[in-house]
């Protein structure tokens, strides 16, 4: 994904400890790199209609009512912190062998929100969108032949990817 205009007006870079705080507790420690596989968007567009699957957004409410995933269920959170109470909640009933597809904007909170339902929750089966809704709607651009997309609404963006 290269872009011709700038990303931000002004980019201003900081060492910081994490690139998204994500209120994690210290005792919890997670392997980023055990998070489930990342479904490339035509594998998510056939794999979210068929199977009878939980479909998670890993982002915040306003996002979320902005544009979902046909079927998905929001996290119901005001921030990306609020999601670890949110996952146990809504997967507590949950067989931990069953498909839990998650998705965000870029992919970022889904590698945190997988591994947390991987090594956390025990979910043996967790698969994430590839690049997220952004990847999606690349995909979709790049393949007009696919006449129905099955995120509808808007993509909310805090800056101009």
């Keep these: 994904f290269f872009l011709t205009t ?3 007006n002004r980019l201003i870079v900081r060492v910081r400890d994490y ?4 209120g994690i507790p210290d005792e919890i420690s997670l392997d ?3 998070a489930g596989p990342e479904y490339h968007p035509s594998d998510w567009h056939e794999h979210i209609q068929k ?10 409410s306003y996002e979320s009512e902005q544009g979902t995933f046909s079927g998905a269920v929001p996290l119901g959170t005001q921030n990306f912190q609020e999601s670890w109470e949110a996952l146990d909640k809504i997967t507590a009933e949950l ?5 839990v597809y998650i998705y965000c904007t870029g992919g970022i909170r889904c590698v ?4 947390y ?3 956390n929750l025990g979910f043996s089966n967790v698969r994430r969108l590839q690049h997220g809704i952004i990847g999606y709607e690349k995909w979709l651009e790049e393949n007009p032949e696919i006449s129905s997309s099955v995120f509808s609404g808007e993509n909310f963006l805090f800056d101009k990817r």
Excluded: M, S, Y
């Design 112 to 115: 945190k929100t997988g591994a």
């Design 32 to 34: 980023w790199t055990d």
């Design 6 to 8: 700038p990303t931000f």
């Design 117 to 119: 339902l991987k090594q």
């Design 95 to 99: 067989p931990r062998d069953a498909p």
């Design 51 to 60: 199977e009878d699957a939980l479909v998670l957004d890993c982002r915040n």
């Design 19 to 22: 690139i998204l705080r994500d």
